[in-house]
């Protein structure tokens, strides 16, 4: 298909939804088979790049759960070592090998919440969809595999043991929570890692990447009912989406402040560092939010911080000036169904002074109220950068397939944000006026000991 976007009978097992989005005039097709497996279809006519991706609502803090019969506890890491074995390189070329030949990039990352597989490639697209998805749905999961891929997996461990940002941020993560299990490595501990079988991983693919459970992304300039017709081939036998038991995520209670106020630690680094994390006490197990309210509070967040965070603001500008940052300080807010939290931080060579600063700055910024310039200024830019995105194939595509756990659509984003005012983003993150949602991380150079205080 070139230029046009065509349309004629859809399988029997799928039916399908068309949305658009009034500003650029572009169009989202979804389809959901009988089984729950939902495609979501970016149209691009006219471009040559074509971009799949699957999105697995399974990720590392999923490592206890309920089948419906019994309870089951997964070691830690075990959704980055299942990607590990799907996405992998091996004497027969492994997926990503195979992906390679057929001129494809391909990519997989495993969060907290969620894995995603992504590939794009201008030509052999449906043959590296075939690959892509019989990898996917019928893996090699034997002991011989996870054997070849652990020692991977526990190199990678050390590597992230030897990083000073890695380990200055799991130092927050644990300063933060007290039982959730975000405070631990993504990719899980040498133990843990040990410890995973093949049963285990067996089991988390059996429950998790079932494709009632999946969501599929396609962008580009293709004909896509061929794909949908191998879908259907692929999905026939099984039973409906109400027939099909899904399993039961369990979460540990976690207190709402965080567990340890101070926190410090030693590297053979050249320079201190600092890392401040304010936790959000609203979102813990228990208290979740999904959907377009988690959607609406991440998005307030972003605009929020870079109001208040960026070099564009008082704030950073101070500590600038007075020589407690560099352009190494950075930002992130951390944001799920059952966790949340802002880390702050960056190179310094008086840390202490520094967290200090940026905490009472940030409690400041509450009480004198937000900039009302620069908030509507960040909007803007992010109104642009949406409208940008949707021109990059592999952008819009991705971002849609992380959409797909929230329930919505990439063109509902303009709406989200036209509901964010500076007064309803303050509301949202007004934890971070209480002195009781912090926590600091000092990191210093093994040689050096910090005496002073703030």
Not at 119 to 127: D, I, L, N, P, Q
């Amino acid at each position: 298909m070139t230029g046009q976007i065509q349309r004629g009978r859809l399988p029997a097992g799928f039916h399908s939804r068309e949305s658009h989005d009034s500003l650029t005039g572009k169009t989202l097709l979804t389809f959901r088979h009988r089984c729950g497996l939902v495609v979501k279809v970016l149209p691009r006519p006219g471009f040559s790049k074509r971009f799949a991706a699957v999105t697995v609502p399974f990720g590392s803090i999923h490592t206890a759960f309920s089948d419906g019969k019994n309870q089951r506890t997964l070691p830690a890491g075990s959704a980055h070592f299942l990607e590990h074995c799907l996405f992998s390189r091996d004497d027969q070329g492994g997926l990503l090998g195979r992906l390679s030949q057929l001129g494809a990039s391909a990519n997989a990352y495993t969060t907290h919440s969620h894995t995603l597989y992504y590939f794009s490639t201008v030509h052999h697209f449906a043959e590296a969809l075939d690959i892509y998805l019989d990898a996917l749905m019928n893996p090699y999961l034997e002991t011989d595999r996870l054997d070849t891929e652990r020692p991977i997996i526990q190199a990678e461990l050390d590597q992230y043991q030897d990083d000073p940002d890695n380990r200055i941020y799991m130092a927050l993560t644990e300063a933060l929570y007290q039982s959730h299990p975000v405070r631990l490595d993504i990719g899980g501990t040498a133990e843990s890692v040990a410890a995973i079988t093949s049963d285990d991983l067996k089991t988390a693919w059996r429950l998790f990447y079932h494709p009632s459970r999946l969501s599929l992304t396609l962008a580009g300039d293709f004909d896509y009912e061929p794909i949908l017709q191998r879908l259907d081939d692929r999905l026939a036998d099984l039973p409906p989406e109400q027939e099909i038991a899904r399993p039961a995520i369990v979460l540990p209670e976690e207190i709402s402040r965080p567990d340890r106020p101070m926190s410090r630690l030693s590297m053979d680094v050249s320079a201190p560092s600092f890392l401040v994390g304010i936790k959000d006490p609203l979102l813990l197990p228990g208290h979740e939010l999904r959907g377009t309210p988690l959607v609406a509070r991440q998005q307030a967040a972003r605009l929020l911080f870079d109001t208040l965070l960026s070099p564009v603001s008082q704030l950073y500008e101070s500590l600038y000036a007075d020589g407690l940052i560099n352009d190494s300080f950075g930002f992130q807010y951390a944001c799920e169904e059952s966790f949340a939290f802002l880390a702050c931080g960056g190179e310094s060579m008086e840390p202490e002074k520094a967290a200090g600063a940026l905490r009472r700055g940030l409690m400041r910024a509450f009480s004198q109220g937000i900039d009302p310039a620069v908030f509507e200024s960040q909007k803007r830019a992010a109104a642009g950068d949406f409208v940008r995105s949707l021109d990059s194939v592999e952008h819009s595509g991705l971002v849609q397939a992380q959409c797909n756990l929230d329930g919505i659509d990439l063109f509902d984003y303009p709406s989200i944000y036209d509901k964010i005012d500076r007064e309803t983003a303050a509301g949202m993150m007004s934890f971070l006026a209480d002195s009781s949602s912090y926590a600091v991380v000092i990191l210093t150079p093994m040689e050096v000991t910090e005496s002073h205080a703030t």
